[in-house]
């Protein structure tokens, strides 16, 4: 780990999200919207993310802004919540993944990214009006 990888992660899976947040809410309030939809995908959780401590803390940290968004943009109809998914198959899993995945006691499946889109078309579409400021954790 150095510096400039470290910067980059943040870059990535944390700066680049925020700052798309920031410029939704902006453009809402801009066209006095009144309803919107934000949803942000995170990985690790309360143990981090071991191997790949900062890749885990720059999704710890969107997680933390987004839940603070959460709050500040409920008054303008906006919901906001995290998804944090299983581990899914987007062409990287390999056996010895799919074998971990089988014996821990965390994990239930390797999911599909439609499997996972699913949730999130719901969390974006009117029957999910009242949720906001969840972490919704898929197994």
């Not at 700052?19 to 934000?38: S, V």
């Not at 191997?51 to 906006?78: C, D, F, P, R, W």
């Amino acid at each position: 780990m150095n510096a400039a990888v470290f910067d980059r992660l943040f870059e990535v899976d944390a700066r680049a999200s925020v700052l798309l947040i920031g410029e939704l809410a902006h453009r809402h309030r801009a066209r006095a919207a009144t309803w919107g939809r934000i949803v942000s995908l995170i990985s690790g959780g309360p143990s981090g993310f071991p191997e790949e401590v900062s890749y885990g803390a720059a999704k710890a940290a969107l997680a933390s802004y987004t839940m603070a968004a959460a709050t500040e943009l409920a008054s303008q109809g906006i919901t906001v919540n995290c998804v944090h998914p299983p581990v899914t198959d987007t062409g990287w899993v390999a056996d010895a993944v799919r074998a971990f995945v089988a014996a821990s006691p965390d994990h239930v499946h390797v999911a599909a990214p439609a499997d996972v889109a699913a949730v999130i078309l719901w969390l974006v579409s009117d029957a999910a009006q009242l949720v906001t400021g969840n972490t919704l954790i898929l197994r």
